[in-house]
Nanobody, 122 residues
């Protein structure tokens, strides 16, 4: 499956962005979905995850209450709505798909998008 992330950009602190991840090449509903981010000089970190059918979602403590992950399997797309953004949210955001999970471990995901840059100015 190929993943294409989009929606990144520059936003002021307190603002919002909506990321999308479009899947192709396979039925996306067969996969768990996740979002990770990677800031310069840091390791890739878990942001949010959602199971194949939707339902229960999982978040990193740093984004819980501000970010919302969702999916539309009919459109083969996973979304990440980011509200009340902070400068520390600045990173490249990657979407991922895998068979295990939903999981916070990057190693449990089999496919990755190319990343989209989110920059939050103070």
């Amino acid at each position: 499956v190929q993943l294409q992330a989009s929606g990144g950009g520059l936003v002021q602190a307190g603002g919002s962005l909506s990321l999308s991840c479009a899947a192709s090449g396979h039925t996306f509903s067969d996969y768990e979905g996740g979002w990770f981010h990677q800031a310069p000089g840091k390791e890739r970190e878990f942001v949010a995850a959602i199971p194949r059918s939707g339902g229960s979602t999982y978040y990193a403590a740093s984004v819980k209450g501000r970010f919302t992950i969702s999916r539309d399997n009919a459109k083969n797309t996973v979304f990440l709505q980011m509200n009340r953004l902070k400068p520390e949210d600045t990173a490249v955001y990657y979407c991922a798909a895998g068979w295990k999970g939903p999981s916070s471990l990057p190693s449990n995901y089999n496919y990755w998008g190319q990343g989209t840059l989110v920059t939050v100015s103070s």
